[in-house]
């Protein structure tokens, strides 16, 4: 499925993570009252295989405790606290709470979860509402063939080594080019119908060539209204943030 079906998307990073806790239930209802199109929210299976919404598997930046979200059951996560007296959500809880008001981005962040997140999806939202995220080949491989409406987007980070050819990619076209080939073939290897890339990889020239190839554009994680109005005007699809607040003005 290439291309993108919706217009302009503001996406809360893990709700409204810039303002509130990150991936609670308080943090993503921030964000829908802000109005916002898609909201970005992260999983992982704990230690009895239920979905939590949690992105890091040790607890200690979110909650200050050293415990492992895949060591540990549901029971004995729901009563740490990971900020404002929020507790870690599952996948059902957030789904639910979405269903209907904003898309969804799910970033997994394990690899082969595709029947799991599609029995939640199909127990509590519309595959027509969701999008998956990431780099997990397996679970887009299976997803693909479980349900097609289900739509796809491979992740590209920024990594250090790559700054000169980021800076010929934004200066020059023929970096451009060869920056955007190389961020098209991974697009293309995932069958992944948009992009979403780390904002400092998306030159407006790379932009242009990918959505040339057929793909929606979406960047992540902007929190400053000039980058954000800059990327919106260079032709993204999409634009992800902690501040929606800011993000709403775009």
């Known amino acids: 499925m290439k291309g993108n079906p919706w217009p302009f998307l503001r996406i809360a990073h893990r709700g409204a993570a810039?303002?509130?806790?990150?991936?609670?239930?308080?943090?993503?209802?921030?964000?829908?009252?802000?109005?916002?199109?898609?909201?970005?929210?992260d999983t992982r299976p704990c230690a009895d295989g239920t979905l939590l919404?949690?992105?890091?598997?040790?607890?200690?930046?979110?909650?200050?405790?050293r415990q492992r979200v895949?060591?540990?059951?549901?029971?004995?996560?729901?009563?740490?606290?990971?900020?404002?007296?929020?507790?870690?959500?599952s996948l059902d809880e957030v789904l639910d709470l979405l269903r209907g008001r904003a898309l969804v981005?799910?970033?997994?962040?394990?690899?082969?979860?595709a029947p799991q997140l599609l029995t939640a999806i199909d127990r509590v939202s519309r595959r027509e509402e969701i999008m998956l995220s990431g780099h997990a080949p397996r679970t887009f491989a299976q997803m693909r063939a479980l349900a097609p409406e289900v739509r796809l987007s491979r992740s590209l980070d920024a990594r250090w080594r790559g700054t000169p050819r980021r800076l010929l990619a934004r200066w020059t076209t023929a970096g451009a080019r060869g920056e955007a080939g190389r961020i098209i073939a991974r697009g293309r290897a995932a069958q992944a119908?948009?992009?979403?890339?780390?904002?400092?990889?998306?030159?407006?020239?790379?932009?242009?060539?990918?959505k040339r190839a057929g793909f929606?554009?979406?960047?992540?994680?902007?929190?400053?209204l000039p980058t954000m109005r800059a990327l919106r005007a260079a032709g993204v699809?999409?634009?992800?943030?902690?501040?929606?607040?800011?993000?709403?003005?775009v």
Do not use: F
Request: net charge negative; glycine share 6%.
């Open 105 to 113: 981005n799910i970033d997994q962040k394990l690899d082969d979860l």
């Open 216 to 224: 929606a554009v979406l960047v992540w994680t902007v929190d400053d």
């Open 53 to 65: 919404v949690v992105h890091d598997d040790n607890l200690s930046r979110v909650a200050g405790v």
């Open 70 to 89: 895949s060591e540990s059951t549901r029971k004995e996560l729901q009563s740490i606290d990971v900020g404002k007296g929020e507790h870690i959500p």
């Open 18 to 41: 810039g303002l509130e806790p990150e991936n609670t239930l308080r943090s993503i209802e921030a964000a829908l009252r802000l109005g916002v199109e898609m909201v970005e929210i």
């Open 237 to 249: 699809d999409g634009i992800t943030s902690n501040r929606p607040d800011l993000l709403m003005q």
């Open 193 to 210: 119908g948009a992009l979403t890339l780390d904002y400092r990889l998306a030159s407006p020239r790379v932009i242009a060539y990918c």
